[in-house]
C-alpha cells in the first residue's frame, strides 16, 4: 500500500491490506460453510458497497445457495444520515428460507434494523448478517452481526466497496481518513 491519497476533497491513508481483506472473507466464508451447511440459504447483497466483499465472499462459499442484491442508502458524504432508502427491493422468495445479508460494513446497525424487519414480515426462517467490517463502538441496536470479517475503530473508511461520494470503491485495500 502506497501513502496518502486523494479521493475527492479528502485525503486518506492506508489501513487494511488486500491480504488482511483475504484472510477475513476466507474465515468468515468457512464459518458460514460450517454453521448454515445443512441450508439453502440467499445471500441478500446491499448495494453499492458490497459488491467486493460479496464476490470474494460468495467465492469462499462452498454452499448451494441463492444471491440477490438490493440497493439502501444511509451515508451522505462521511457521516451516516441514521435512516435508510429503499432503492431496488427484494425479488426472491424468502419465505421459510435463510437469509444472510451481506454488507460492506456495519456501523450504527440502522439499515441492518431495517432490513430485518423487512424480511421477517415475509416470514423468513432465519437471519444472518455477515459484513466485511463492523465498528462495534458505532453500533446502537440490539442486532448481531453473526459473521463480521474485520472489527473496526469508528473511523471513516473507503475502499474495498466502500465509497465516499461515489468515488474509491474500486481501492484493493482499506483506507482511513487523514486527520
Not at 438490493?70 to 427491493?89: A, F, M, Q, V, W
Amino acid at each position: 500500500m502506497s501513502n496518502l491519497i486523494s479521493i475527492g476533497d479528502k485525503q486518506f491513508k492506508p489501513f487494511i491490506s488486500q491480504q488482511q481483506l483475504e484472510i477475513a472473507v476466507k474465515n468468515v466464508a468457512e464459518i458460514i460453510n460450517r454453521d448454515l451447511a445443512t441450508e439453502f440459504p440467499v445471500f441478500l447483497v446491499v448495494l453499492n458497497g458490497s459488491f467486493m466483499f460479496a464476490a470474494d465472499l460468495l467465492r469462499n462459499v462452498s454452499l448451494p445457495c441463492e444471491v440477490c442484491f438490493i440497493k439502501i442508502k444511509s451515508y451522505e458524504g462521511t457521516t451516516s444520515t441514521g435512516t435508510t432508502t429503499e432503492l431496488i427491493g427484494l425479488t426472491a422468495d424468502v419465505s421459510n428460507r435463510t437469509v444472510v445479508i451481506v454488507e460492506d460494513i456495519v456501523d450504527t446497525g440502522v439499515t441492518i434494523k431495517k432490513l430485518k424487519e423487512q424480511l421477517n414480515s415475509r416470514n423468513v426462517k432465519q437471519i444472518k448478517v455477515t459484513s466485511a467490517l463492523y465498528k462495534p463502538t458505532a453500533h446502537k441496536t440490539d442486532d448481531v452481526v453473526d459473521y463480521p470479517g474485520i472489527k473496526i475503530p469508528d473511523e471513516f473508511v473507503i475502499g474495498y466497496g466502500l465509497d465516499y461520494n461515489e468515488l474509491g470503491r474500486n481501492l484493493k485495500e482499506i483506507y482511513v481518513l487523514a486527520k
